[in-house]
């Protein structure tokens, strides 16, 4: 199971992510740390004498900073699926589907599924419960579509990628997390990314993960306040409630605070501080604003706990 040990530091390291949720709200692979947390425990496979945040498991990996939850997705992907799935049987795949692997794929209740292709010979495929994958989706597994989210038509999924709960997905999207609630709807590629919930990727976005030059990628660092190794490999990552505009071009390693709107020319910058309006400080009355209204779209409104949240956000 991913791991960690609570600290101020390590608040700083899982910027932005960490901004508006404890490190343990964490979706990586199909949970999040504290449902797997929750779990185990029901199964009786905590053991309660140890340190807050070790879990006695016959694997354990920790999360220290952003590119973990990216280079331990595939990992946790296989985890969750097995102790999801463990000693229950998957919902039928229609027959319109062209299917690799089916013992390695499992549905829930009410997923609607027709005319894809799936591939799960290299890891498993978890479809969550009321969770849509429109015709012509192909996908790669290790792969999982949480509860009530959706792929749009013709969506291209590799491996080591998590969309989150009613989240919406579509282009082409590799080893990547979609927290929840938030959108990837349109043709664009997203990679080696984390993007958090309430988030709105306008059509055509698209971010570097490698280097033309092939050479070391730099990320901030919000405890060290400076750019530091992230390896070859690494994109984007999107704090909540963050939008960028149509056909936004993110250069690889780029961190993007809570509560901002990305629209410029050209490339925005490798950190996007919280609450940035193009080039302007967001209105904090309009962020609230257009937030309550992205959240109108799937039947929610923003809260008061929330207001007070980001207050402080925006007062620090």
Known sequence: MPVFKDSPSLHAQLYPFTQTRKPEDIRIGILTI?????????DGELDPSVLPGVINAAETKQVNKLIDIVHLNDWAIRQDFALITAGRTSQPISSTNKIIFPENIFLEEGVKMEHCIINASAGPVYIGKNAEVMEGSMIRGPFALCEGAALKMGSKIYAATTIGPYSLAGGEIKNSVI???SNKAHDGYLGDSVIGEWCNLGAGTTNSNVKNTASDIRLWNNASGNFESAGIKCGLFMGDYSR????TSFNSGTVVGVCCN????GFPPKHVTNFTWGNERYELMK???DIDNWKKLKSKAITENEKELLKHLYNK
């Open 34 to 42: 504290k449902e797997k947390y929750e779990r185990l425990k029901k």
């Open 179 to 181: 927290f929840g609630f």
């Open 244 to 247: 960028a505009a149509i056909n």
């Open 262 to 265: 990305i629209f410029a020319e």
């Open 287 to 289: 962020a609230f604003k």
